[in-house]
């Protein structure tokens, strides 16, 4: 009988045997950076602490007072007067009242600034994100990014919220309660401590390793989510091939390594309290036996004070004092274990943040312009459909290059990891209005010519000119604003269909978005939804067809209007019916503009200026389809179906 391995045990090992990482002063550092605007709350909670530590050990010490002074007299009285008990009782009740109040203040105070650090952090980590290269995105999962999102911010949240002014309230607490001992009883002081030393050490061992069961679970936690998000992401294919059983083990293995270390974790940290419990409730019973004795026998009791006799007051109050010591030992002991794990999560973060940018040193600008008469081009602000390229020169004058879509790249090699070239000597000319299509095999490289347009890498060599201007020059913003891409991917976002065109062009009116949809043949299908244009799209548009999604992503390109389109097998997810109904609409979109497109189907690019082969990054044939053909070469083959490129 064949047993299923065990591996929870395995993946427990391997997640532990990554180091317990300890306090990191410099992440601290950074983090109260972030908390510089609430200085003013942060010195309110640090006041406050300070009240409730000193009305807890005040309390402590009130207990000897309340016995010795008020409580014994009336004992031993005849005819007891109860006023100065009355007001005693008052009194304490107010001390009490202080550390509630001071408590409760210091708790909401730290919610608020908790919350406020967060804000700020995610804001920065967002803004960050939009920052860096896409070279990030695709060497990082998106599961590890919204880890840093999600559980690493989480930890965070709580270790503000609730262990750094729980760790520090403890730290005076224990200043505040030690000195008020050794006020009552240097001996029993030490008595005391001597027992928490040795506790302590058996403590050490239970919080390092839920320490690093801790570490397992955050890091556990991060690949079950992870590992979740890619089954949602690919569900259709999971129902497709009937992969739900293994899915499903897959996600119980997972969830069962999680679900152990949560276990050693939890339990082992909801252990600690119990035995200090205990430990404090066996150090009453010592105390209490060895200050009844040293009271009952008249024994010397040395406290700061000098030489006294341990009365019945004394002994209660530092009762209530030592178990007042040993709680925040523990405490602090799970408060630093937590604060170092969140600490771990906060350098993630921060790591992230610290990520180097995309490089833009570009300084050429697209502007707005009007051609004078004179054949000069003028900026204006308002849009005139006439862009132009804005040269900033050495000595404070500027120059315009008027906006043609004229794109070139001259000897071009290229290649994702050093050593390791994708594109090889690539040399093509588009001019204004010209058709350019690549077909080719999967990683030919097609789509990686497109990605450099845009700037999304940077070449190895060669040069890449834009209207006679190296790309290099240019901001990338404005670069990109100038071309239209419509991808194969379709990645559409919660809001209304009418939003999600209009996120081509912010500033385009309801008008010019539904003359886009009608350009790109998606009017009729959109005024048949719910709501028409209104109708709000979410989980990517997942209520509508692919074909439909892929008609949006059209729309959208269309109504930003750029000289440049990039059309990245933009009608392969859309039924031959309705490819013919786009190819017009394409028709009358790529019309007077330069124009990129990538094509399994080589029925959409028989029209094409020129076609370009591709094969292993180099191009091994170029021309018209009539001339191609003529040749009988690869693109004979292929186009005739007798031959495919590998």
Same mark, same amino acid.
Request: aromatic share 8%.
């Given at each position: 009988?064949?047993?299923?391995?065990?591996?929870?045990?395995?993946?427990?090992?391997?997640?532990?045997?990554?180091?317990?990482?300890?306090?990191?002063?410099?992440?601290?550092?950074?983090?109260?950076?972030?908390?510089?605007? !609430?200085? $003013?709350?942060? @010195? &309110?909670? *640090? %006041? /406050?602490?300070?009240?409730?530590?000193?009305?807890?050990?005040?309390?402590?010490?009130?207990?000897?007072?309340?016995?010795?002074?008020?409580?014994?007299?009336?004992?031993?009285?005849?005819?007891?007067?109860?006023?100065?008990?009355?007001?005693?009782?008052?009194?304490?009740?107010?001390?009490?009242?202080?550390?509630?109040?001071?408590?409760?203040?210091?708790?909401?105070?730290?919610?608020?600034?908790?919350?406020?650090?967060?804000?700020?952090?995610?804001?920065?980590?967002?803004?960050?994100?939009?920052?860096?290269?896409?070279?990030?995105?695709?060497?990082?999962?998106?599961?590890?990014?919204?880890?840093?999102?999600?559980?690493?911010?989480?930890?965070?949240?709580?270790?503000?919220?609730?262990?750094?002014?729980?760790?520090?309230?403890?730290?005076?607490?224990?200043?505040?309660?030690?000195?008020?001992?050794? !006020?009552? $009883?240097?001996? @029993? &002081?030490? *008595? %005391? /401590?001597?027992?928490?030393?040795?506790?302590?050490?058996?403590?050490?061992?239970?919080?390092?390793?839920?320490?690093?069961?801790?570490?397992?679970?955050?890091?556990?936690?991060?690949?079950?989510?992870?590992?979740?998000?890619?089954?949602?992401?690919?569900?259709?294919?999971?129902?497709?091939?009937?992969?739900?059983?293994?899915?499903?083990?897959?996600?119980?293995?997972?969830?069962?390594?999680?679900?152990?270390?949560?276990?050693?974790?939890?339990?082992?940290?909801?252990?600690?309290?119990?035995?200090?419990?205990?430990?404090?409730?066996?150090?009453?019973?010592?105390?209490?036996?060895?200050?009844?004795?040293?009271?009952?026998?008249?024994?010397?009791?040395?406290?700061?004070?000098?030489?006294?006799?341990?009365?019945?007051?004394?002994?209660?109050?530092?009762?209530?004092?030592?178990?007042?010591?040993?709680?925040?030992? $523990?405490?602090?002991?799970?408060?630093?274990?937590?604060?170092?794990?969140?600490?771990?999560?906060?350098?993630?973060?921060?790591?992230?943040?610290?990520?180097?940018?995309?490089?833009?040193?570009?300084?050429?600008?697209?502007?707005?312009?009007?051609?004078?008469?004179?054949?000069?081009?003028?900026?204006?602000?308002?849009?005139?459909?006439?862009?132009?390229?804005?040269?900033?020169?050495?000595?404070?004058?500027?120059?315009?290059?008027?906006?043609?879509?004229?794109?070139?790249?001259?000897?071009?090699?290229?290649?994702?990891?050093?050593?390791?070239?994708?594109?090889?000597?690539?040399?093509?000319?588009?001019?204004?209005?010209?058709?350019?299509?690549?077909?080719?095999?999967?990683?030919?490289?097609?789509?990686?010519?497109?990605?450099?347009?845009?700037?999304?890498?940077?070449?190895?060599?060669?040069?890449?000119?834009?209207?006679?201007?190296?790309?290099?020059?240019?901001?990338?913003?404005?670069?990109?604003?100038?071309?239209?891409?419509?991808?194969?991917?379709?990645?559409?976002?919660?809001?209304?269909?009418?939003?999600?065109?209009?996120?081509?062009?912010?500033?385009?009116?309801?008008?010019?978005?539904?003359?886009?949809?009608?350009?790109?043949?998606?009017?009729?299908?959109?005024?048949?939804?719910?709501?028409?244009?209104?109708?709000?799209?979410?989980?990517?548009?997942?209520?509508?067809?692919?074909?439909?999604?892929?008609?949006?992503?059209?729309?959208?390109?269309?109504?930003?209007?750029?000289?440049?389109?990039?059309?990245?097998?933009?009608?392969?997810?859309?039924?031959?019916?309705?490819?013919?109904?786009?190819?017009?609409?394409?028709?009358?979109?790529?019309?007077?503009?330069?124009?990129?497109?990538?094509?399994?189907?080589?029925?959409?690019?028989?029209?094409?200026?020129?076609?370009?082969?591709?094969?292993?990054?180099?191009?091994?044939?170029?021309?018209?389809?009539?001339?191609?053909?003529?040749?009988?070469?690869?693109?004979?083959?292929?186009?005739?179906?007798?031959?495919?490129?590998?």
């Amino acid at each position: 009988m064949n047993k299923r391995k065990d591996t929870t045990k395995d993946s427990t090992m391997d997640a532990m045997k990554k180091p317990m990482p300890r306090m990191d002063f410099k992440t601290l550092k950074r983090l109260f950076s972030y908390m510089k605007p !609430y200085k $003013s709350t942060l @010195l &309110t909670v *640090l %006041v /406050c602490i300070i009240l409730s530590a000193g009305a807890g050990a005040a309390s402590a010490m009130f207990l000897q007072v309340l016995i010795d002074s008020y409580i014994e007299p009336l004992v031993m009285s005849q005819n007891p007067v109860f006023t100065g008990l009355l007001k005693a009782l008052c009194m304490i009740g107010g001390i009490y009242l202080i550390g509630v109040v001071t408590t409760f203040i210091y708790t909401r105070s730290m919610v608020t600034v908790a919350q406020g650090t967060l804000k700020s952090i995610r804001d920065e980590m967002f803004e960050k994100m939009q920052s860096l290269p896409i070279s990030y995105f695709d060497t990082h999962t998106h599961g590890e990014i919204m880890s840093l999102y999600t559980n690493d911010s989480d930890t965070l949240r709580q270790m503000i919220a609730q262990a750094m002014a729980h760790l520090v309230s403890s730290a005076f607490t224990l200043v505040a309660v030690f000195f008020c001992m050794l !006020y009552e $009883s240097v001996g @029993l &002081t030490l *008595l %005391v /401590c001597l027992v928490v030393f040795v506790v302590m050490k058996f403590v050490k061992v239970f919080v390092s390793r839920i320490g690093r069961y801790s570490m397992a679970q955050q890091t556990l936690l991060a690949t079950l989510n992870g590992y979740v998000e890619e089954m949602v992401n690919g569900q259709k294919v999971v129902k497709v091939f009937c992969h739900e059983k293994e899915n499903y083990e897959g996600l119980e293995k997972r969830n069962r390594d999680w679900a152990y270390n949560a276990y050693r974790t939890n339990g082992m940290a909801n252990s600690i309290m119990p035995m200090m419990n205990s430990v404090r409730y066996i150090t009453c019973v010592f105390i209490a036996v060895v200050g009844g004795y040293m009271a009952v026998a008249g024994t010397p009791n040395l406290g700061l004070t000098g030489m006294n006799t341990l009365s019945l007051g004394m002994i209660a109050s530092f009762l209530t004092l030592s178990g007042n010591f040993i709680n925040p030992i $523990s405490q602090m002991s799970n408060q630093f274990n937590s604060i170092v794990v969140a600490l771990a999560g906060a350098s993630r973060i921060f790591a992230f943040m610290d990520e180097k940018p995309e490089d833009d040193d570009g300084y050429v600008t697209l502007v707005n312009a009007r051609e004078n008469e004179d054949g000069t081009l003028e900026e204006v602000p308002q849009r005139t459909g006439i862009w132009a390229w804005k040269h900033p020169h050495g000595d404070g004058s500027l120059s315009y290059t008027k906006l043609e879509g004229r794109i070139v790249f001259d000897h071009v090699d290229f290649s994702y990891i050093p050593g390791k070239e994708v594109l090889h000597d690539i040399t093509l000319y588009a001019n204004p209005g010209q058709k350019i299509a690549f077909v080719g095999a999967t990683g030919a490289g097609k789509t990686t010519i497109t990605n450099l347009i845009n700037r999304f890498y940077d070449i190895a060599d060669g040069k890449i000119r834009y209207d006679g201007i190296n790309i290099n020059k240019m901001r990338k913003a404005d670069l990109r604003r100038s071309l239209g891409i419509v991808l194969q991917d379709v990645n559409l976002f919660t809001g209304t269909v009418m939003e999600n065109i209009r996120y081509g062009n912010p500033n385009a009116t309801d008008e010019q978005c539904i003359a886009a949809a009608k350009l790109a043949n998606a009017h009729n299908f959109i005024t048949m939804l719910p709501q028409g244009y209104d109708t709000v799209l979410k989980g990517d548009g997942s209520g509508l067809s692919q074909g439909q999604r892929q008609l949006l992503s059209i729309a959208r390109a269309a109504v930003s209007n750029p000289p440049v389109m990039i059309l990245d097998e933009a009608t392969s997810s859309i039924d031959t019916r309705t490819e013919a109904l786009v190819q017009s609409g394409m028709d009358h979109l790529m019309d007077g503009r330069t124009v990129f497109v990538i094509a399994h189907r080589l029925s959409t690019v028989q029209n094409s200026d020129v076609i370009m082969v591709l094969d292993h990054g180099r191009i091994i044939e170029r021309g018209s389809h009539d001339e191609l053909i003529a040749q009988g070469g690869v693109y004979h083959d292929l186009y005739m179906g007798s031959f495919e490129l590998e």
